[in-house]
């Protein structure tokens, strides 16, 4: 048995972007086209007793990333951030959970034009909702899948 | 003498939004109308070796409370995030700077808002730069200044 596909995706991201582990920002979830990450309050407040902006931006943020772990293949591609818009709607006062999902159609053309270009764009969207399931924010995000060069 | 004001602002970040603090987010100058703020590389890289955009946002996002404690009575009034757009323009690999400006028509309009209805909006443009001066990201935020509930 192979280890559990999470473990592996939080071990990359302990290790290549510390900032977002310190955190407490966790992948969930990852399967092709669908991916969920989670971060406590716990140490992320902010002035007014909420959760931090730049942590919900940040729990959102890497489904870009933990989706492309298992949705392309990570030995031929990498995925960045372009641009990213985020609603702030209710107050977070509790841990989070953000999901995002990109349907088969974009996948693979992504894909297609990843291969064919060397890169790719693609829009992802998620939300990210409190304990109680109420919508805290949402964010309309443009990534780029990049071909990893030849060695 | 008082003390500096950038070092009470800094003192409210590390008491009241620790996971800011902790990525090395600091207020650099503060007076009505201006705000500055600074973030190291070190310990804020990514899966490509450049800064995490999650730490590029806060960086860019401090700005509106940065600002609006030097440009708003913050015996009065507290700002909060609503909305903010980020644009990734170049990779980041080395310390970077934030600044934004107000405009002492906006000040003067969001103050008068804010003591009459209870909340007013700004819009708050950002530019992000690094050790060369190269902008590597900039920022759109729409923020509410909020009146303190009298007690």
New interface residues.
């Given amino acids: 048995m192979s280890e559990n596909p999470i473990d592996s995706i939080n071990a990359?991201i302990e290790a290549?972007?510390?900032?977002?582990y310190?955190?407490g920002v966790r992948a969930a979830e990852a399967r092709p086209g669908f991916a969920a990450s989670t971060v406590p309050i716990e140490?992320?407040?902010?002035?007014?007793g909420a959760m931090?902006?730049?942590?919900l931006?940040?729990v959102a943020?890497?489904l870009g990333?933990v989706l492309a772990a298992s949705t392309f293949d990570p030995t031929k591609f990498?995925p960045?951030?372009?641009?990213?818009?985020?609603?702030?709607r209710k107050p977070a006062t509790t841990d989070v959970r953000a999901e995002a999902q990109l349907d088969d159609e974009t996948v693979q053309r992504a894909t297609a034009d990843a291969a064919a270009n060397g890169k790719a764009e693609f829009v992802l969207d998620a939300v990210v909702t409190d304990a109680q399931g109420v919508t805290v924010a949402t964010t309309h995000g443009i990534y780029q899948l990049r071909a990893l060069r030849a060695s």
């Fill in positions: 990359v290549s972007v510390p900032a977002l310190g955190m140490g992320n407040g902010n002035h007014f931090y902006a730049g942590v931006f940040s943020e890497v990333g990498f960045l951030v372009k641009d990213l818009q985020i609603s702030f």
